[in-house]
């Protein structure tokens, strides 16, 4: 995966990843298996394959079914394209089962159970356009998704497969501090959260170390969302946040 480029979701930005033919990857930033299999020295680029992906995107977003795909090409086990590949076979605003996936698989030759089918869907280089988010646990329960419940939840929503519920946007943030420590928090109003931290009236962890400034942030669909996503940015060494930070300004 040498190219890489970014598209601006409701649920956050994603970074879209080519082999300079087709898509290889998409990922929301921070998921888990964020950027998995991306070389370091990926490069920015606008590809045809991306303009499709980008047009595809606002076509789902915009509330329409989306057509063809862009073309794309796996790279994985033998097992986990198997599984990717029965994902594509799921209708828009239809769902299954890790259980009955599993059944497919079994049905197509292939030893498979419930566990190991999630672990290949929790897998799947590709989001939402490979729509992984159309999984569910038995009884039809919401879970297992690498970019997050919320997200999920957003997802199927969106398709009109669960009903909506009122929810406010709200942001996770990173900032860097005067002395290069970083600092991670939440909020509904990034603009004046920042504002409040430099007028010294953010957390005492920051008022020592003014100023700061603005190094990464995510969009996500509710506070609550937020408050999870909040507390495993801060589970996470200073390495890892430097390199959400590396890829998120590639």
């Keep these: 995966m040498r190219f890489i480029s970014r598209y601006e979701s409701p649920l956050g930005r994603l970074t879209l990843a080519s082999d300079g033919d087709a898509l290889t990857g998409l990922w929301f930033a921070g998921q888990k298996y964020d950027a998995e299999g991306l070389s370091e020295d990926a490069q920015e680029a606008e590809l045809p394959v991306f303009t499709e992906t980008k047009a595809w995107l606002d076509a789902y977003f915009d509330g329409r079914k989306p057509q063809q795909l862009p073309p794309i090409r ?17 209708p828009y605003g239809q769902t299954v089962t890790y259980a009955e996936l599993a059944s497919r698989m079994i049905a197509q030759g292939r030893s498979a159970c419930a566990q190991a089918v999630g672990g290949a869907v929790g897998r799947n280089p590709i989001s939402i356009l490979v729509p992984c988010h159309r999984v569910l646990g038995a009884g039809k329960k919401l879970t297992g998704y690498a970019g997050g419940l919320e997200r999920k939840q957003w997802l199927l929503t969106h398709e009109g497969i669960l009903q909506s519920e009122p929810s406010q946007p709200w942001f996770v ?23 409040a931290h430099n007028a010294g009236r953010g957390a005492k962890y920051t008022r020592a170390r003014l100023p700061v400034r603005l190094v990464y942030h995510e969009t996500l669909p509710s506070r609550s969302a937020a408050l999870r996503r909040e507390a495993e940015l801060k589970s996470y060494t200073r390495a890892e946040k430097l390199r959400i930070i590396q890829l998120d300004g590639r």
């Design 173 to 195: 943030y990173l900032l860097e501090c005067a002395d290069g420590t970083l600092y991670t928090g939440c909020t509904p109003d990034l603009d004046r959260r920042i504002q």
């Design 74 to 90: 796996w790279y994985g086990s033998e097992f986990q394209i198997a599984v990717w590949n029965l994902l594509l076979e799921i």
